[in-house]
């Protein structure tokens, strides 16, 4: 259920004759208790406690029914309380089925409303469906009404009418959905006669709606025609003008009308659309007729904040520092000319535009700016001009691709709306606009799938070379292993000709070749939001010179940032945007946390930086010991061991204890968790086999790998008393153990220290006998903001890569001294740890529970290390990564000659 179902059910509840004893189940079910819990709430004293006569739903609210007139009163004993502490209910709601009234104890506000009114304030209640107020997007009740209303009315059609559930009838379907909210948009409006469209389908649909099917045809039929053409036909028809641009030219069937689909439609006509805002409606609608998208309504939605942060650096700055320019200057008419000149000749292409969100903000910006102007040549001639204004923007000069044929059909419909508002704002300032009908030409909006379509096609360059370009949109995102099979040839058709290694890309990184290539044609500037990974780790040596081989660079960039949207149970995305551009010497901008700086060049790790690209590095540039992948078993389980196994092997055969060992993987290192493994040496598998515990789980991993359907892994089966993969000394002293993957709420890396010949898992790497200084270089933050830099993500978790994280590590050239100093403190965070006994790294470095000792021992390696760099700690992370990427950048260009020289 999503935002809209919520405001829909809960009109339909206060519609319903008030039942005290029920209402809290039924509130509880609106918003999204889990049916165990409702049952829960009715059979046990959970929601039936003896509180006064009340109800609670622990942690969520305490409701109590009030008496005739006595809501709000009520509401105030329940604030005062006892119980409103100790049980901490996020509301208070009281009701006598005629008023009501509520209080968030969190929020610390009141809401008191009629009862037949307790859908219009359903967003008060939205913490209990886990969407907290702040993170619902610029949705208004308007919107999220008729969405509601719009998905009944929808559903009923297909259960009237089954076979246009089918994807032959999918478009007719859309195509009457989209002209039905025409009309009750335009009626709304004034494009139509006020109320025509409801008075002609109430007064000649039939009571029962049996007609409709008919006047609904009359009237689409009628719209496509001229006045001047018509011939004959209905005066109620007839009053329906000619509305043109194509909505109504394809002469498409009526699906039939039951009674509640009529009643459904009739509903929602009386909704107020004026107030509907075409940007959000667009994406609330789409996901109305998409059933896979309704539980995650808004979650497609791209806000227009981030919108603008994808519109402001691309176009729109450039635009108003123009305007600013212009302004007082002594050919201030004729820069004002030239600017609007400027402005009818943007074109603005979205090529995964869904319902047109970032072509109606667009659009939106233009024409404010576009009328900024006209206002301002007007304040010039006094308020005498004579001219007659006209918005030199067309809707022809916006573009579009998009899969979802609804969707497709939307954003046209929503460009037009947008067109209309535009339009009315304009006749307010200006005392004149042109006549909303009939419609002027669309936006070029083609269905179709973006990767497959020839974007010159869609979007022609242009014989004016005035005209500009922009690129954008919000393409979808989706890691390798979550694309289907369609997509993933998808993702073949746009590399495979230029890379073979594009299989691990993200899905979004098409668009970006795509525009690259579109770029280098035809000219232009793109930006897409992105996924964080086309700037991180793999992707980044994939992708990235593909792109600058076709002569484009980085043109501005925003860093990492949380994307957040109404699936509240969706864990943040983390994004990127991404300029790109013909090279140039106009400036660049990188924007981090809504601070923009102007910088001489941006890379592809999104910071100041040239385009350099880290690779993948067989040996430590700075001279470190080889970081070895740990031993992976491929055994079925059975060289592994819990503390209980291993325990009763000993007790049945002491002399086994020989040939078992600790084992330390990821898990093992960060939480503490104590497992152990069968370790048996070349040299000893005859004693080991004499002790039958032991043989029994060697025949059974030789079992298995004879299964398996890998020929390496059945050749192994001869090898069934060791790991299938061994690396390193694995009897050496000591071994610094790192974890592959490590959570992203960390400041350090929980870098391990194992002495006991414990066996390191293929879950973690190891620097067998690496000394205490390697150890504490690994454990800085110097590092880790390496490792977020160059390594990658799985999901919100760092991967930790030993060819880029580790052997790339940039690190000046340590003197004795510094070594000394380095171990020292190595050993002191050693020391700190072990001073909590039992506290895994998992608690130690966890920011809520780090002790202060520990953080005062990394802040101290921190200086200290920082000070060997550039003789002072950096000021943040962006210092720190510039650095390091121009050390890198000169370690490298001298090992590249060193090599030259060797092979001389």
């Known amino acids: 259920m999503n935002v809209a179902e919520i405001e829909l059910k809960l009109s339909e509840l206060v519609a319903e004759p008030f039942d005290g004893a029920e209402f809290p189940f039924a509130f509880a079910e609106i918003y999204h208790a889990p049916k165990a819990t409702l049952t829960k709430l009715r059979n046990s004293q959970d929601g039936k406690q003896d509180l006064f006569g009340g109800f609670l739903w622990k942690k969520k609210?305490?409701?109590?029914?009030?008496?005739?007139?006595?809501?709000?009163?009520?509401?105030?004993?329940?604030?005062?309380?006892?119980?409103?502490?100790?049980?901490?209910?996020r509301f208070l709601i009281s009701t006598d089925g005629a008023e009501f009234s509520a209080f968030d104890t969190k929020a610390d506000e009141s809401v008191h409303c009629a009862y037949g009114e307790l859908n219009?304030?359903?967003?008060?209640?939205?913490?209990?469906?886990?969407?907290?107020?702040?993170?619902?997007?610029?949705?208004?009740?308007?919107?999220?009404?008729?969405?509601?209303?719009?998905?009944?009315?929808?559903?009923?059609?297909?259960?009237?009418?089954p076979e246009w559930a089918d994807e032959g009838k999918r478009h007719e379907l859309n195509l009457f959905m989209t002209r039905i909210l025409f009309c009750m948009y335009a009626e709304d409006t004034g494009i139509i006669p006020e109320n025509l469209f409801s008075k002609?389908?109430?007064?000649?649909?039939?009571?029962?709606?049996?007609?409709?099917?008919?006047?609904?045809?009359?009237?689409?039929?009628?719209?496509n025609v001229a006045e001047s053409d018509r011939d004959g036909g209905a005066t109620h028809i007839n009053a329906f003008p000619f509305v043109n641009g194509g909505l109504f030219a394809d002469q498409t069937e009526v699906p039939t009308f039951s009674k509640r689909a009529t009643r459904y439609m009739l509903e929602a006509s009386e909704l107020d659309w004026r107030e509907i805002n075409p940007d959000i409606f667009g994406s609330m609608i789409q996901a109305v007729v998409d059933e896979e998208m309704r539980g995650d309504l808004g979650m497609h939605y791209t806000s227009v904040?981030?919108?603008?942060?994808?519109?402001?650096?691309?176009?729109?700055?450039?635009?108003?520092?123009?305007?600013a320019e212009a302004h007082g200057h002594r050919e201030e008419r004729s820069m004002l000319k030239k600017l609007r000149n400027r402005i009818s000749k943007i074109r603005v292409f979205d090529p995964a535009c869904g319902s047109g969100n970032f072509l109606i903000i667009a659009y939106r910006e233009l024409r404010q700016i576009e009328m900024r102007i006209f206002q301002r040549e007007d304040e010039l001639e006094g308020g005498q001009t004579k001219v007659r204004w006209e918005s030199g923007i067309k809707l022809s000069n916006f573009f579009g691709i998009e899969y979802a044929d609804f969707a497709a059909e939307t954003a046209k419909l929503s460009l037009w709306i947008a067109e209309y508002q535009m339009n009315v704002r304009f006749k307010e300032m200006f005392g004149e606009a042109p006549s909303p009908l009939p419609l002027t030409e669309g936006g070029n909006i083609v269905h179709g799938n973006a990767l497959r379509e020839n974007w010159l096609e869609v979007c022609p360059p242009a014989d004016d070379e005035e005209v500009e370009t922009y690129l954008c949109g919000n393409p979808p995102y989706l890691?390798?292993?979550?694309q289907n099979a369609e997509q993933k040839r998808d993702m073949e058709l746009v590399f495979s000709s230029f890379s073979s290694s594009y299989k691990n890309l993200d899905y979004v990184s098409a668009w970006y070749l795509k525009a690259s290539d579109f770029i280098n044609i035809a000219g232009g500037h793109a930006a897409f939001v992105a996924t964080n990974s086309l700037c991180q780790g793999d992707s980044v040596g994939l992708l990235w010179p593909l792109i600058f081989s076709r002569n484009l660079e980085i043109s501005f960039a925003h860093q990492s940032f949380p994307w957040r949207n109404l699936a509240s149970k969706n864990a943040a995305v983390f994004c990127v945007i991404v300029g790109i551009r013909q090279r140039s010497n106009a400036a660049k901008l990188l924007f981090s946390d809504q601070i923009a700086r102007r910088v001489k060049n941006i890379g592809p790790y999104l910071i100041e930086m040239p385009d350099i690209i880290v690779s993948k590095t067989r040996k430590p540039i700075q001279g470190f010991p080889t970081m070895d992948y740990g031993n992976k078993p491929t055994d079925g389980g059975n060289l592994i061991l819990t503390p209980v196994e291993h325990e009763e092997i000993v007790e049945a055969s002491p002399k086994a204890s020989k040939f078992l060992r600790r084992l330390y993987g990821s898990q093992e290192i960060v939480k503490g968790i104590e497992r152990w493994c069968v370790w048996i040496n070349d040299s000893a598998t005859d004693e080991a086999m004499q002790i039958?515990?032991?043989?029994k789980r060697v025949e059974a991993v030789r079992k298995f790998r004879e299964e398996s359907?890998?020929?390496?892994?059945?050749?192994?089966?001869?090898f069934a008393y060791r790991f299938r993969q061994v690396q390193g000394n694995c009897d050496a002293e000591h071994v610094i153990v790192i974890p592959r993957v490590t959570t992203d709420r960390r400041k350090y890396l929980p870098v391990g220290l194992v002495s006991d010949q414990g066996i390191v898992l293929d879950s973690a790497f190891a620097i067998y006998e690496g000394s205490i200084a390697v150890f504490a270089i690994l454990s800085s933050l110097m590092h880790i903001t390496w490792v977020k830099a160059v390594c990658g993500k799985l999901k919100s978790d760092y991967r930790y890569s030993n060819t880029m994280g580790y052997n790339a590590f940039p690190l000046p050239k340590l003197e004795?001294?510094?070594?000394?100093?380095?171990?020292?403190?190595?050993?002191?965070?050693?020391?700190?740890r072990e001073s909590h006994a039992g506290a895994s790294l998992a608690w130690l470095y966890d920011p809520k529970t780090m002790p202060n000792g520990l953080k005062e021992c990394h802040g101290l390696l921190d200086d200290t290390l920082e000070k060997i760099y550039i003789g002072r700690p950096f000021k943040d992370d962006t210092e720190r990564l510039e650095h390091l990427f121009k050390m890198y950048a000169e370690m490298t260009a001298k090992n590249d000659k060193k090599k030259v020289r060797a092979n001389a």
């Open 305 to 323: 904040p981030n919108i603008m942060k994808v519109l402001q650096p691309l176009f729109l700055m450039s635009l108003e520092e123009e305007l």
């Open 120 to 161: 219009d304030n359903f967003d008060f209640f939205l913490p209990l469906a886990g969407i907290e107020k702040f993170e619902a997007i610029e949705e208004n009740p308007a919107d999220i009404k008729a969405a509601g209303r719009l998905a009944k009315f929808h559903d009923e059609i297909i259960r009237a009418n």
């Open 200 to 223: 002609t389908v109430t007064e000649w649909g039939g009571p029962d709606g049996s007609s409709l099917r008919i006047v609904l045809k009359q009237i689409f039929d009628v719209m």
């Open 709 to 718: 359907k890998a020929e390496s892994t059945r050749d192994f089966a001869k």
């Open 479 to 482: 890691g390798s292993t979550y």
């Open 692 to 695: 039958p515990q032991i043989a």
């Open 61 to 89: 609210y305490y409701f109590q029914p009030a008496d005739s007139g006595q809501s709000a009163e009520t509401l105030e004993e329940l604030k005062a309380r006892k119980f409103a502490r100790t049980e901490s209910p």
């Open 816 to 832: 004795g001294r510094q070594l000394s100093e380095l171990e020292n403190i190595g050993w002191q965070i050693l020391q700190e």
